[in-house]
Nanobody
Framework: QVQLVESGGGLVQTGDSLRLSCAAS????????MGWFRQTPGKERKFVAA????????YYTDSVKGRCTISRDTAKNTVYLQMNSLKPEDTAVYYC????????????????????WGQGTQVTVSS
């Protein structure tokens, strides 16, 4: 059974940094494109970043480009999201997910393409 567990969220101030982690079990992260999404109350879950099976290719939503970096550590079977220069609008519950499709490309920004989800970790950025 595939399980994804996020951690690393917390309360920070504007301009601070956080590194979110997503530990996988029952599946190697190298077998799937991995993504990060975020959601606030009353809004849909939105794409943040994705990384290819090998980690060579990455893709980011415009609002986080230049501030966030997604990466893989195959030995630890973990995906990370490094977030710098955080803003109040980054406040959300962050979820990691694994693409269900048996294709290496393109990297998906669509929720329905991801079959496995973590429980989420809260990120709150105060001003």
């Amino acid at each position: 059974q595939v399980q994804l567990v996020e951690s690393g969220g917390g309360l920070v101030q504007t301009g601070d940094s956080l590194r979110l982690s997503c530990a996988a079990s029952g599946r190697t992260i190298s077998s799937s494109t991995m993504g990060w999404f975020r959601q606030t109350p009353g809004k849909e879950r939105k794409f943040v970043a994705a990384i290819s099976r090998t980690g060579v290719a990455t893709y980011y939503t415009d609002s986080v480009k230049g501030r966030c970096t997604i990466s893989r550590d195959t030995a630890k079977n973990t995906v990370y999201l490094q977030m710098n220069s955080l803003k109040p609008e980054d406040t959300a519950v962050y979820y990691c997910a694994a693409d269900r499709r048996d294709v290496p490309w393109p990297l998906s920004t669509q929720r329905d393409d991801y079959a496995y989800w973590g429980q989420g970790t809260q990120v709150t950025v105060s001003s």
